[in-house]
């Protein structure tokens, strides 16, 4: 990451995904990364997003070896409970819609409230989170996975809305919902047929460099791999 200090600290929440882990590794072997801290439900520290406390903890915790000059929440589900994407209205279920909501958005949400603070005031860093192109409004053309949609959409209304609160305090900072691409892992295993998806490191590598070119301009972007802009 050229673009931020030489000896820049980086966090990765959901270390433990496949993109998360790639994250993870691809800035361990960055030369300009003096540290990086991958978190996950079973890090030191450790976090849930359904549980505000243990993100409290994890962010005093960590401020004393901050503050962290980039942020990425590669956090996320689809399969909620062990239930897929909702296809159509009849499908949908209170209780699995409230977790999507809790995992998807309000937990990352959590996330900002907790570790913008950690961000440094005066100079060049970045706040990142795994979004989905799914969760365009602009671009729902086809339907269907609606948890996973208004959830992805919720947690880039409130990465929008909080980018503009913190970028008044911090003027450098950058704020971007990333859109991976189709990417092998867990959470798209049941979906995509393994040849179809992108290498984990090759999503990560890209997002890298397209979050390396961003320049902060008081607002949060939406982009994909190649750091081109999504529709809201
Ligand atoms: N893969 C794709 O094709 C694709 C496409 C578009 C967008 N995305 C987005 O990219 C992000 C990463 O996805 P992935 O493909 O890398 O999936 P993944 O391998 O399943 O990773 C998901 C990560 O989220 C964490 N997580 C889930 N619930 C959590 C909770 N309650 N508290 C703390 N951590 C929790 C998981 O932790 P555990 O290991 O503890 O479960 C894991 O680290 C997600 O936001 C996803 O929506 C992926």
């Given at each position: 990451m050229k673009s931020l200090p030489a000896g820049y600290?980086?966090?990765?929440?959901?270390?433990?995904?496949?993109?998360?882990?790639?994250?993870?590794?691809?800035?361990?072997?960055?030369?300009?990364?003096?540290?990086?801290?991958?978190?996950?439900?079973?890090?030191?520290?450790?976090?849930?997003?359904?549980?505000?406390a243990s993100i409290a903890d994890c962010?005093?915790?960590?401020?004393p070896r901050g503050p962290f000059d980039l942020i990425i929440d590669a956090t996320g589900a689809l399969a909620i409970d062990g239930v897929g994407p909702e296809k159509r209205l009849r499908d949908l279920d209170p209780a699995r819609l409230a977790r999507a909501f809790a995992v998807n958005a309000i937990g990352p949400a959590l996330l900002l409230k907790h570790f913008v603070p950690l961000l440094p005031a005066k100079s060049r860093c970045i706040f990142a989170t795994l979004s989905a192109r799914v969760g365009s409004i602009a671009?729902?053309?086809?339907?269907?996975?609606?948890?996973?949609?208004?959830?992805?959409?919720?947690?880039?209304?409130?990465?929008?809305?909080?980018?503009?609160?913190?970028?008044?305090?911090?003027?450098?900072?950058?704020?971007?919902a990333l859109q991976p691409?189709?990417?092998?892992?867990?959470?798209?295993?049941?979906?995509?047929?393994?040849?179809?998806?992108?290498?984990?490191?090759?999503?990560?590598?890209?997002?890298?460099?397209?979050?390396?070119?961003l320049p902060s301009s008081g607002e949060a972007v939406f982009i994909d791999t190649r750091g081109l802009p999504i529709d809201w």
């Amino acid at each position: 990451m050229k673009s931020l200090p030489a000896g820049y600290r980086a966090i990765v929440f959901g270390a433990t995904g496949a993109i998360g882990g790639a994250f993870a590794h691809a800035l361990r072997q960055s030369p300009g990364c003096a540290t990086v801290i991958g978190l996950g439900r079973g890090s030191e520290p450790p976090f849930d997003l359904e549980h505000e406390a243990s993100i409290a903890d994890c962010a005093r915790d960590l401020a004393p070896r901050g503050p962290f000059d980039l942020i990425i929440d590669a956090t996320g589900a689809l399969a909620i409970d062990g239930v897929g994407p909702e296809k159509r209205l009849r499908d949908l279920d209170p209780a699995r819609l409230a977790r999507a909501f809790a995992v998807n958005a309000i937990g990352p949400a959590l996330l900002l409230k907790h570790f913008v603070p950690l961000l440094p005031a005066k100079s060049r860093c970045i706040f990142a989170t795994l979004s989905a192109r799914v969760g365009s409004i602009a671009d729902n053309r086809k339907g269907g996975w609606y948890g996973y949609r208004a959830s992805k959409a919720a947690r880039n209304m409130l990465l929008r809305t909080a980018a503009i609160e913190a970028c008044r305090q911090r003027p450098d900072a950058v704020f971007a919902a990333l859109q991976p691409g189709t990417v092998r892992s867990r959470l798209s295993a049941p979906f995509v047929a393994g040849t179809e998806a992108m290498e984990p490191d090759v999503a990560a590598t890209r997002l890298l460099a397209a979050l390396d070119a961003l320049p902060s301009s008081g607002e949060a972007v939406f982009i994909d791999t190649r750091g081109l802009p999504i529709d809201w």
